[in-house]
T-cell receptor, first 114, second 112 residues
Framework: DAGVIQSPRHEVTEMGQEVTLRCKPISGHDYLFWYRQTMMRGLELLIYFNNNVPIDDSGMPEDRFSAKMPNASFSTLKIQPSEPRDSAVYFC????????????FGPGTRLTVL | GENVEQHPSTLSVQEGDSAVIKCTYS??????FPWYKQELGKGPQLIIDIRSNVGEKKDQRIAVTLNKTAKHFSLHITETQPEDSAVYFCAASTSGTYKYIFGTGTRLKVLA
């Protein structure tokens, strides 16, 4: 298996633009997680899905952030409009329920908002 | 909700020495405690985990201990090597939720 796939790996955009981050979980995994990593706040859970349904979005910072999972093999995290303070590395992770709880992380998307 | 504290934030050791990273958690319902290693430019990767029904677990040079009463758990790396240099994260989770609360991370530097 190729592992969790994220795209793009790097994104540079200007303040006010819409940004869409993409994730393909490991095939067969039924949980998907979006995290944000910054020096100041560490690894923060933004939202997670089970069987494509959002379970907990309490970590989503504000209405500018939205996430969708239209099917079991694809999820997006959208920021509209983007702001410089959104600059961070965004990780997607997946796991299969009934396993040992291990979350498998993707390589991350480094977002820079100018 | 759960809160996980991790210490130290940075740790430098000489190659061959041991390294210890400590975490405390607040929610007594937490029963799964993974440790992740993150190398530069990569996503975190699981290196060892422990469940609340076990006090200690070892995998070659890496061990984790858990004290449920005190609500703390520790990562021990023996005979450290330069390739152990990375950021290490502890986390706490409750079975069935699959939601992790991560500590703030420890940057380990192994000096050759």
């Amino acid at each position: 298996d190729a592992g969790v796939i994220q795209s793009p790996r790097h994104e540079v955009t200007e303040m006010g633009q819409e940004v869409t981050l993409r994730c393909k979980p490991i095939s067969g995994h039924d949980y998907l997680f979006w995290y944000r990593q910054t020096m100041m706040r560490g690894l923060e859970l933004l939202i997670y899905f089970n069987n494509n349904v959002p379970i907990d979005d309490s970590g989503m910072p504000e209405d500018r952030f939205s996430a969708k999972m239209p099917n079991a093999s694809f999820s997006t995290l959208k920021i509209q409009p983007s702001e410089p303070r959104d600059s961070a590395v965004y990780f997607c992770a997946s796991l299969t329920s009934g396993s040992n709880n291990e979350q498998f992380f993707g390589p991350g998307t480094r977002l820079t908002v100018l | 909700g759960e809160n996980v504290e991790q210490h130290p934030s940075t740790l430098s050791v000489q190659e061959g020495d041991s390294a210890v990273i400590k975490c405390t958690y607040s929610d007594s319902a937490s029963n799964y405690f993974p440790w992740y290693k993150q190398e530069l430019g990569k996503g975190p990767q699981l290196i060892i985990d422990i469940r609340s029904n076990v006090g200690e677990k070892k995998d070659q040079r890496i061990a984790v201990t858990l004290n449920k009463t005190a609500k703390h758990f520790s990562l021990h790396i023996t005979e450290t090597q330069p390739e152990d240099s990375a950021v290490y994260f502890c986390a706490a989770s409750t079975s069935g939720t699959y939601k992790y609360i991560f500590g703030t991370g420890t940057r380990l530097k192994v000096l050759a």
